[in-house]
């Protein structure tokens, strides 16, 4: 059974700084590796998908890479904002026909001003 | 992508009632999924809903009480029946939008509270 760990579980960090976010995963046999975001009391918004065959991908200030080998995902932040500031969650897209997900627990990202 | 819309967005029910939630997508979707998150908790999968056939349940999670109905591509609802507090969560439909990427667009979500 597909286990996913997210650490930290919380992080606050001052405006500006880079961070990065961290996915662990047990199953290496993995389709897919989506990050998003939620903001408190909210769905989900999805921020970058990352193919099994790929080893990273970049969207404007964030960049996620993956290492499907070691069963590890990282989410790289650039010159955080305090609109950054929600839970950041992992998924693991699991091989097989139904394509679940299954989610780590999150990292609650605060941004300071 | 995909635009996702829930009713109703919030609702507080008594417990031993029951609640249809409605998940409604903006083009025909072949895969679309129920998720459960509560309070403080990350993203529990509760079941695949199939068209034109029975949904398919995860572990711990049974029809009768999870009731889905999916009559089309672009609409299903999820029934919460003969609640209890413990059915106090946020319920999320996700659909896979496109071909070949399977990335997942979810809905708003439905907060439930069950007093």
């Known amino acids: 059974k597909q286990e996913v760990t997210q650490i930290p579980a919380a992080l606050s960090v001052p405006e500006g700084e880079n961070l990065v976010l961290n996915c662990s995963f047990t199953d290496s046999a993995i389709y897919n590796l989506q990050w998003f975001r939620q903001d408190p009391g909210k769905g989900l918004t999805s921020l970058l998908l990352?193919?099994?065959?790929?080893r990273e991908q970049t969207s404007g200030r964030l960049n996620a890479s993956l290492d499907k080998s070691s069963g590890r995902s990282t989410l790289y932040i650039a010159a955080s904002q305090p609109g950054d500031s929600a839970t950041y969650l992992c998924?693991?897209?699991?091989?097989?026909?139904?394509?679940?997900?299954?989610f780590g627990s999150g990292t609650q990202l605060t941004v300071l001003p | 992508s995909a635009v996702i819309s829930q009713k109703p967005s919030r609702d507080i029910c008594q417990r031993g009632t029951s609640l249809t939630i409605q998940c409604q997508v903006d083009s025909q979707v072949t895969m679309m999924f129920w998720y459960r998150q509560q309070p403080g908790q990350s993203l529990t999968l509760i079941a695949t809903?199939?068209?034109?056939?029975?949904?398919?349940?995860e572990s711990g999670f049974v029809i009768d009480k999870f009731p889905i109905s999916r009559p089309n591509l672009t609409f299903s609802t999820l029934t919460v029946s003969n609640m209890s507090p413990e059915d106090s969560s946020i319920y999320l439909c996700?659909?896979?939008?496109?071909?070949?990427?399977?990335?997942?667009?979810f809905g708003p979500g439905t907060r439930l509270t069950v007093t």
């Open positions: 996700s659909v896979v939008a496109g071909t070949g990427s399977y990335e997942q667009y």
């Open positions: 990352i193919q099994s065959s790929q």
């Open positions: 809903a199939n068209q034109g056939s029975e949904a398919t349940y």
């Open positions: 998924a693991v897209g699991n091989s097989g026909s139904a394509r679940q997900l299954t």
